[in-house]
């Protein structure tokens, strides 16, 4: 799939490659074993997911986190406006697109503020979505604290 990389303030075209294993039933775990690897590819670069999660969430991250710096990959997985439900999400698509009410999403500070939003959510968004308001998740903003950017 087609992305956008941020490198340095400028947009930059790069592919996205997955290879999704849904196995057999593990007996060691509850359900079949799923194994996904992400593989980034812009300009000369590549970057590889280790495949251990089961999740585009976690590969994705571990992608950011090993990028340099000034690069971010331009999605709703790192937008300002999207995320998760508290009580968790599935593989892929399960993200939450608080857009409608950006000042709200940003500015909450308790899951009592967190909850009423969800009726403004546009739900179901793929972390590789990409819309005309995303912005760059920034550091410490809103309830749920970040780890995507530094």
Same mark, same amino acid.
């Given at each position: /799939?087609?992305?956008?990389?941020?490198?340095?303030? /400028?947009?930059?075209? @790069?592919?996205? #490659?997955?290879?999704?294993?849904? @196995? #057999?039933?593990?007996? &060691?775990?509850?359900?079949?074993?799923?194994?996904?690897?992400?593989?980034?590819?812009?300009? $000369?670069?590549?970057?590889?997911?280790? @495949?251990?999660?089961?999740?585009?969430?976690?590969?994705?991250?571990?992608?950011?986190?090993?990028?340099?710096?000034?690069?971010?990959?331009?999605?709703?997985?790192?937008?300002?406006?999207?995320?998760?439900?508290?009580?968790?999400?599935?593989? #892929?698509?399960? /993200?939450?697109?608080?857009? &409608?009410?950006?000042?709200?999403?940003?500015?909450?500070?308790? &899951? $009592?503020?967190?909850?009423?939003?969800?009726?403004?959510?546009?739900?179901?968004?793929?972390?590789?979505?990409?819309?005309?308001?995303?912005?760059?998740? &920034?550091?410490?903003?809103?309830?749920?604290?970040?780890?995507?950017?530094?």
């Amino acid at each position: /799939m087609k992305v956008v990389i941020i490198n340095n303030e /400028m947009n930059i075209n @790069g592919t996205i #490659f997955c290879r999704l294993n849904l @196995g #057999f039933p593990d007996p &060691k775990q509850k359900g079949c074993s799923e194994r996904l690897r992400i593989i980034l590819r812009y300009g $000369d670069e590549e970057y590889y997911s280790s @495949g251990n999660t089961g999740h585009f969430e976690n590969e994705l991250l571990e992608i950011q986190k090993n990028l340099p710096a000034s690069v971010y990959l331009k999605l709703c997985l790192i937008c300002q406006f999207a995320g998760y439900h508290p009580l968790g999400n599935g593989l #892929f698509g399960c /993200m939450f697109c608080f857009r &409608k009410v950006k000042s709200e999403y940003i500015n909450m500070k308790s &899951k $009592d503020e967190y909850f009423p939003l969800f009726n403004h959510a546009i739900c179901n968004m793929q972390e590789t979505h990409l819309c005309d308001e995303y912005e760059l998740r &920034k550091p410490k903003t809103g309830y749920i604290d970040d780890v995507i950017i530094s």
